[in-house]
């Protein structure tokens, strides 16, 4: 956005398009630290005890004036007329959801913290989102003011186009008809299914049931919130079982993925079956997102290399491999050290991933 390039992106998980969606917006409300602020006032003042989430065990994850706190900022929120600043104000109150529930911060997946833990925790929804909103407003303030001196917004608004849509990137084509092809692309795919590694989907779960989905985009399946698994079930690797035939053609593909699966241990007993799934689902995102790209268009990935059975998935050699299978050219392969990443400290998958690998590859 600071070179005021038009905008693409997707993801399968609503939280994440939210976030994107406030990040990318062409107009934004300047005020918005002051109707946050209005919002706190608003909050603070009502009187009313109704809960406002239909989230089912709504008592194992909040406690009681947890839960009329967070139902006074949702009522707050919603009284706002402008959609971004709503936006602006979810994403704002999905962080506070995460710092005030009985929810364990120190992973992914929902496990609740232990009785003495929560009965000992005071803490207060309004006093967090007031803090949040404040801080939220001074770093996209700052943003935008980036993007101003880099003459990317013009009368208030960003000078190009900004798209994100809530789709599974296997089905995405349709989505990016009118506007693709691409000339650039920079993502970072999940480390292997979620339900396994990291669960984005469950990180996603109690957030979601406090936040108007419409708002998202009119199209959420509400069904996603049916399970606190439902998202990443959804997900590269969730479901659907494979054919004696895509295992073969995704083994012609990577040779090394191929040695690495025929490596693996007998325990556990569903290690093989969930690194060819996720695979799978990985080369027909990767062939649906290359054919939406323009031939000598770049692609750059950020990946990170898992653990299976206590052996690292080589997942930048399998990810060159199956790249090259489908006409695209590594130009390049650098190594980031992870020195400081926002995550939560034990995840079983990734506890010992301590560096990146970022890909630079070429469309041929």
């Known amino acids: 956005m600071h070179y005021a390039l038009n905008v693409y992106g997707a993801d399968i998980n609503p939280l994440a398009v939210l976030i994107s969606r406030v990040r990318t917006a062409r107009k934004v409300e300047f005020a918005i630290g002051a109707i946050g602020a209005s919002v706190v006032k608003r909050a603070r003042a009502d009187r009313r005890f109704g809960i406002e989430t239909t989230l089912a065990n709504r008592d194992k994850w909040f406690r009681l004036e947890v839960l009329t706190e967070l139902s006074k900022l949702r009522r707050a929120i919603r009284s706002c007329e402008e959609l971004w600043a709503r936006r602006f104000l979810w994403v704002t109150l999905a962080e506070t959801v995460r710092l005030t529930s009985n ?25 967090v989102f007031s803090d949040l909103v404040s801080r939220n407003a001074d770093s996209f303030a700052f943003f935008r003011k980036k993007l101003r001196d880099a003459n990317a917004v013009s009368h208030a608004r960003y000078r190009a186009s900004t798209d994100i849509a809530l789709v599974d990137n296997r089905e995405s084509k349709k989505c990016w008809a009118d506007v693709a092809p691409f000339d650039l692309m920079m993502t970072s795919p999940p480390y292997g299914d979620n339900q396994t590694t990291v669960t984005y989907g469950q990180h996603s779960y109690l957030p979601l049931n406090w936040i108007d989905l419409a708002d998202i985009d009119p199209k959420v399946d509400t069904e996603l919130l049916r399970t606190t698994q439902e998202i ?26 191929k040695n690495f699966a025929e490596a693996l241990p007998d325990t556990p007993s569903d290690g093989h079956i969930r690194l060819v799934r996720f695979y799978r689902d990985f080369q027909a995102s990767l062939e649906a997102m290359i054919g939406q ?3 000598n268009s770049y692609m750059i990935w950020t ?13 930048d050699t399998v990810l060159s491999e199956l790249m090259e ?17 926002r995550m939560p400290d ?8 301590r560096e990146e690998k970022i890909l630079l590859l070429r469309k041929r």
Request: glycine share 6%.
């Open 232 to 257: 990443d079930r959804r997900s590269l690797g969730g479901r659907d079982p494979v054919s004696n035939e895509e295992e073969e053609r995704l083994f012609a593909a990577s040779t090394t993925l």
């Open 293 to 295: 790209m323009r031939q």
């Open 325 to 341: 299978h489908a006409k695209c050219s590594t130009v390049t392969m650098l190594t980031r050290r992870i020195h400081h990443k």
């Open 103 to 127: 929810d364990r911060t120190s992973t992914y997946k929902l496990h609740a913290r232990p009785k003495h833990e929560i009965d000992g925790r005071n803490v207060s929804p309004i006093d």
């Open 303 to 315: 990946v990170g290399n898992r653990n299976i059975a206590g052996k690292q998935v080589p997942t």
């Open 346 to 353: 034990r995840n079983a998958s990734s506890a010992t991933m």
